[in-house]
């Protein structure tokens, strides 16, 4: 039986793919392999090899990217032809790649009940979604109006919203006046107009409100650092600076400083009062794990950041992440139940006994340590 650790015997993704097979179990990476031989790997493009419903979407999107072209397009083939048990689980499941949502969206986007599922997967990337924007069906329209995050984030969402015939006078209305207040500019949008004039008065079509606050881009330039992920800590004076300044940003510029600052801006921003601004930040690109174990540990982190750390697939993959949580009280007890079940049983024996673990972890932890522990017990 071979050795090897997984990290050996990863293949090399096809030309263009924006990842590789480690997602899968190692025995079945050879399928999408393009040095393995066409017949395995159209074994996966027609879904004839036995993948969890996330990995086989996954695969099949890697497979899009084969060289041979038959392989290519069954897999192209495949995907829309793939049964409801499949699609319906993959397609809400925010542990698969974001490549992989964007692409089934665009494929999918005139299956309601699909795009549906994708427009609320919020791993889904927000291109795809302004993709589909400007002409889904009224319904879908009000579900993409309602992720207040991606109207912020990416203004190609509300661009296209807005350009779109079948979303309602009052939707668009709605969106444009709560875009306006958090801070969002737009003058090439004649909704966006309005709403500013709805708001604030005549005067206010071509110009923001008198107290607008500086916008990510001037933070960026002023404290040129915070756009570097390898900058190094700021002094504390520099420090208390940026934060005064991020207290006069609108919502829409510290979503965007989310978004594009470094580590620093992440660590003001990931305690806003806003938890679009908060969300934001623990969703950032650039978010590393140890951030996301110091969200994990804080016990006074927001309800909202902590259910994106917890409901992240590879984020709990990480026992320490999984272990903070625990420790948390403000983790739900579901949620804390469910991770008991995957802790090694030294690590059991340490909760039970630890006093900052909340007492209904504890006492649980002690539950299934006498379990595990018992039929040792009696075979002695």
Sequence with gaps: MSTATPADNIPAPPPGCPFNAEFLPPNLRKHVDPAAPVPLRMMAAKSLVPLNPSDMVGALYMLTFDPDAGVRETAAKTCLGLPDRILGSALRDEGVQPQVLGFFLGQL????????????????????????????????????????????????????????????????????????????????????????????????????????????????????????????????GKRLTLSQRILKMSISEKIKLATLGNKEARTALIRDTNKLVSVAAIRSPRITDGEVLSAAANRAMTDDVLRVIYNNREWTKNQKVKLALLKNPKVPLTVTMKFLNMVRETELKDLSRDKNVPSAVQAFAKKLLEKKTAPKKDGH
Excluded: W
């Design 109 to 236: 986007k005139d299956k309601e009940a699909y795009a549906e599922m994708l427009i609320l997967n919020p791993e889904t990337p927000d291109d795809a979604v302004a993709g589909v924007a400007g002409n889904c069906s009224a319904k879908l329209a009000e579900i993409i109006s309602q992720n207040q995050l991606r109207l912020l984030r990416h203004e190609d969402i509300l661009r296209n919203l807005c350009a779109n015939p079948n979303a309602t006078v009052s939707l668009i209305d709605g969106v444009c006046d709560f875009a306006v207040r958090s801070g969002l500019m737009m003058t090439d949008v004649p909704q966006m107009k309005a709403a500013r004039v709805r708001l604030f008065g005549p005067e206010a079509a071509e110009a923001p409100p008198p107290d607008a606050g500086p916008t990510a881009e001037q933070v960026l330039q002023e404290f040129q650092d915070v756009a570097q992920e390898e900058a190094a800590p700021m002094d504390e």
